[in-house]
């Protein structure tokens, strides 16, 4: 009975990319009556905006899906994060880094530094207290893991075997905030979720994130499924200025939860294309490893028309 979640950032409307990664997380859990959590990734509070919280939920039940209580706020659970971070501290894991994002871009490609492309090359590792002293006084430090050189593998149930060599990655921002890795690694683990269903592009974070379940002695997840990007015509992530890209504005051109829930089950070949279903349809028919025998899957790409908002020029 893997315990499985769902993890948005309450940032604005959950698009339809967003809207199939949940359902399919949904999917995974409830196939084996296994709780299913919602938690909300609200530790970044510039870019949170509070009617979200809201709106994604609301949006979650009109497709009929449910979960267990109660809904976890990170933002309620820094202490937790602090407590992990002085794990780290304590066994000399972590240092503080001071660069700024140019500096990182300079170091990272000068010739014959070792890595490539946005990888720290691990420029304040070495800092003595008095340089750390000294360079405190121009900016806040951010909190870097000393991961450098490790490579990891994840065998993902959807997108295969993927390898990385990980860099010195932070797990403290430099205004103080948790960083993402840091935090969703203790609050899996905390909430006992063994299955991480999400959308594709963290595959290769769930990298990073093992070794932080190693270094914190904590449990890793017993699978991971990334599920393909649902992307914009021209290819770009699915954003709003693309056009009807959510429940509202699906709802607004006539379309119903039914048939909304049938597009997007269908685009993974969960149902037939065209076909209106609820989510207790798709939960008779879901079988994982049919599911997982037919990945990997390519990324969703919408046809233009697709997009166009009512009153715009286009299908309806
Ligand atoms: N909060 C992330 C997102 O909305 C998901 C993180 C995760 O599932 O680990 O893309």
Redesign the pocket.
């Known amino acids: 009975m893997p315990t499985g ?5 309450p940032t604005g409307r959950l698009h339809l990319g ?1 809207l199939r990664t949940a359902v399919v997380a949904w999917l995974y859990a409830r196939v084996d009556d296994s709780p299913f959590l919602l938690r909300f ?1 609200d530790l970044d509070s510039g870019s949170v905006r509070h009617r979200h919280y809201r709106t994604q939920a609301e949006d979650l039940a009109v497709l009929g899906l449910d979960w267990d209580e109660p809904v976890v706020n990170q933002s309620d659970r820094l202490e937790c994060y602090r407590e992990a971070l002085d794990r780290l501290r304590e066994q000399d894991l972590v240092y503080p880094c001071f660069c700024s994002r140019r500096e990182i871009r300079e170091a990272a490609s000068a010739p014959n530094h070792g890595y490539r492309g946005h990888h720290y090359p691990g420029t304040c590792a070495g800092l003595s207290s008095r340089e750390r002293t000294d360079r405190a006084r121009e900016r806040p430090a951010a909190l870097r893991l000393r991961a450098g050189g490790t490579v990891r593998r994840i065998n993902d149930e959807l997108a295969g075997s993927h390898e990385l060599t990980l860099d010195d990655f932070v797990v403290q921002r430099n205004d103080g905030t948790p960083a ?1 890795h840091l935090a ?1 690694v203790v609050d899996d683990a905390a909430q006992g979720v063994e299955m ?1 269903v ?2 594709d ?2 595959v290769e ?1 769930a990298c990073r994130q093992i070794v932080l379940y190693d270094l914190l002695d904590l449990p890793r997840p017993t699978g991971y499924a990334h599920v393909p990007l649902v992307l914009a015509p021209d290819g770009a992530r699915l954003a709003k200025r693309h056009g009807a890209v959510d429940l509202d504005d699906r709802r607004a051109r006539g379309e119903t939860p039914a048939q909304i829930l049938g597009f997007l089950a269908s685009s993974i070949g969960l149902c037939e294309p065209g076909e209106p279903v609820t989510a207790e349809d798709l939960l008779e028919r879901f079988d994982r490893n049919r599911f997982v025998a037919r990945a990997p899957y390519k990324p969703t790409i919408l046809p233009p028309d697709f997009l166009s908002k009512v009153g715009e020029t286009g299908r309806l």
């Not at 979640?5 to 950032?9: D, E, I, K, L, T």
């Open positions: 979640r769902f993890a948005p950032s967003n990734e993402y969703v991480i999400r959308a592009d963290l974070s």
